[in-house]
């Protein structure tokens, strides 16, 4: 296996962990009642939403396009 798709594996798995863990977030009491008054999530539910996206974008183009 080369190294861009271990790389891309690897980054896939984070990824996926973090939109997990994002996602977990957003249905705490905290958040939800954050999202309530203002109308928008936490900044670290943001950033492990976002980080996720982002994560698991590059790995699957790394481990699915990548030649």
């Given amino acids: 296996m080369a190294s861009s798709k271990l790389l891309g594996v690897v980054l896939l ?3 996926v962990g973090l ?3 994002g996602y977990q977030s957003t249905q705490s ?3 939800q009642l954050t999202e309530t008054v203002t ?3 936490t900044d670290e539910t ?3 939403l976002i980080g996720g996206a982002a994560a698991t974008a590059a790995g699957a183009f790394l481990t699915f396009f990548r030649k």
């Fill in 13 to 15: 798995v984070v990824g």
């Fill in 39 to 41: 109308g928008r999530f």
């Fill in 29 to 31: 009491i905290g958040n």
């Fill in 46 to 48: 943001m950033l492990y």
């Fill in 19 to 21: 939109l997990y863990f």
